[in-house]
């Protein structure tokens, strides 16, 4: 089973400045990684896809970037609604998802 | 748009059974494989099982192997998880997802739904 590892575990960032989320892959998954973004309460939303191309509806200032094992999700500029668990997750060997960033607002 | 409406939790004694389904709409049921996707109270998503779009081929995660089984039904845009023999550590929300694509061995998921909750307590 391929492991993957986010880090950090939380970050606390300002709205307005830069979020940057890291995604580590136990072994090469090429591009095949995705990020989800989570809300109390609500179901998983898919934000990026195959490394770095955003999904249907998803603002600009999300960004994917990496390939093989390691992987990042940049946020340009925080607003008050990007603060919310977020998750990688690789499908290159079946499927299988990091623990979690949780974004807090600082 | 695309739907996904997940239903059929509830509060189940350990060693019963429970069947949970997943109404589709918005889109064609029959052309995509299907995933669920559960999650425990405060912890993160784990990959239950995928049926391909035609339902020639269905496979596990293997901590439900032998106790879960996926099928769907194509004429009426329904998933559907038989889950047996319950235990405690099957307590979770479980999301049916829609994949990508077809025919596939891992893939990302565009759509969910809300989800069902499982609470397996005595």
């Known amino acids: 089973e391929i492991v993957m590892t986010q880090s950090p575990a939380t970050l606390s960032v300002s709205p307005g400045e830069r979020a940057t989320l890291s995604c580590r892959a136990s072994e090469s998954v090429s591009s095949n990684l995705a990020w989800y973004q989570q809300k109390p309460g609500q179901a998983p939303r898919l934000l990026i896809y195959?490394?770095?191309s955003r999904a249907t509806g998803i603002p600009a200032r999300f960004s994917g970037s990496g390939s093989g094992t390691d992987f990042t999700l940049t946020i340009s500029s925080l607003q008050s609604e990007d603060f919310a668990v977020y998750y990688c997750q690789q499908f290159n060997n079946w499927t299988t998802f990091g623990q979690g960033t949780k974004l807090e607002m600082k | 748009q695309v739907q996904l409406v997940d239903s059929g939790g509830g509060v189940v004694q350990p060693g019963r059974s429970l069947r949970l389904s997943c109404a589709a709409s918005?889109?064609?049921?029959?052309?995509?494989?299907m995933h669920w996707v559960r999650q425990a109270p405060g912890k993160g998503l784990e990959w239950v099982a995928i049926?391909?779009?035609?339902?020639?081929?269905?496979y596990y995660a293997d901590s439900v192997k032998g106790r879960f089984t996926i099928s769907r039904d194509n004429s009426k845009g329904i998933l559907y998880l038989q889950i047996n023999s319950l235990r405690a550590e099957d307590t979770a929300m479980y999301y049916c997802?829609?994949?990508?694509?077809?025919?596939?061995?891992?893939?990302?998921?565009?759509?969910w739904g809300q989800g069902a909750l499982v609470t397996v307590s005595s």
């Open positions: 997802a829609r994949g990508s694509g077809r025919q596939s061995y891992g893939d990302f998921f565009d759509y």
């Open positions: 195959r490394a770095s």
């Open positions: 918005g889109f064609t049921f029959s052309t995509y494989d």
């Open positions: 049926i391909w779009y035609d339902a020639s081929n269905k």
